[in-house]
Structure formats: C-alpha cells, structure tokens
C-alpha cells in the first residue's frame, strides 16, 4: 500500500507559477513511477506528466510541454510538479499517482492521492 498526499493547489493569476508536492509514504517510493494527472469539471481526468523510477525519464502532455516540470526525490519520497506560465485552462483537481509501470495511461497507475485544486484566474 501507497498512501500519496498532495499539497500545494492554490488560486494564481494567469501567467502566474506555482509548485504542487506529493509526499508518499508505504512501500518503497523507489520502486514505483509517479505520475500527475488533472481533471477540470466537467471533464474526464486527462494525464499531465510522469517520472520514471529513477527520474532519468520524464513524459509530459502536449498541452503542458514546455511550462510544467516534474521532479522527484527518492530519499524524500516526493515528486513535485513545478507549473509556470499558468492558463486559466489549467484549472482543475491535480491527482498524484503510482504505478509500477512508467506511462502515460491512468489505468496503470495503481495508488492515487486525494488531489488539490488548483484555480488560474484570468
């Protein structure tokens, strides 16, 4: 078991940056990839980045490329999400995941966190 918690959501004006934080705790952090994903309402939840094991990998959707970056820190077992240049598209609930398998599909990912909102104004 996998127990992932997310902090960071806020409210931040278009433009803006802002770092989301998961810290996991249960099985070893090491053994598992992580993945972000979001879901705005009315929406299905649609993935936004993932890290391999070890961090050497690293995916991201076409709609984030470029201004969101994911890291991890396996001694500290947390994977951050560091978000800039934000649109008010980016609204949504941000879920941390872990699966066990690297990618981009949510039906691999195994352990969820409860998810932070995250409001862009614009």
């Known amino acids: 078991q996998v127990r992932l918690v997310e902090s960071g959501g806020r409210l931040v004006q278009a433009g803006g940056s802002l770092r989301l934080s998961c810290a996991a705790s249960?099985?070893?952090?090491?053994?598992?990839?992580m993945g972000w994903f979001r879901q705005a309402p009315g929406k299905e939840r649609e993935f936004v980045a993932a890290?391999?094991?070890?961090?050497?990998?690293?995916l991201y959707a076409d709609s984030v490329k470029g201004r969101f970056t994911i890291s991890r820190d396996n001694a500290k077992s947390t994977v951050d999400l560091q978000m800039s240049s934000l649109k008010p598209e980016d609204t949504a609930v941000y879920y941390c995941?872990?699966?066990?398998?690297?990618?981009?599909?949510?039906?691999?990912?195994?352990?969820w966190g409860q998810g932070t909102q995250v409001t862009v104004s614009s």
């Open positions: 249960g099985h070893t952090f090491s053994r598992y990839a």
């Open positions: 890290i391999s094991w070890s961090g050497g990998g690293t």
């Open positions: 995941a872990a699966s066990l398998k690297y990618g981009r599909d949510d039906d691999d990912y195994t352990y």
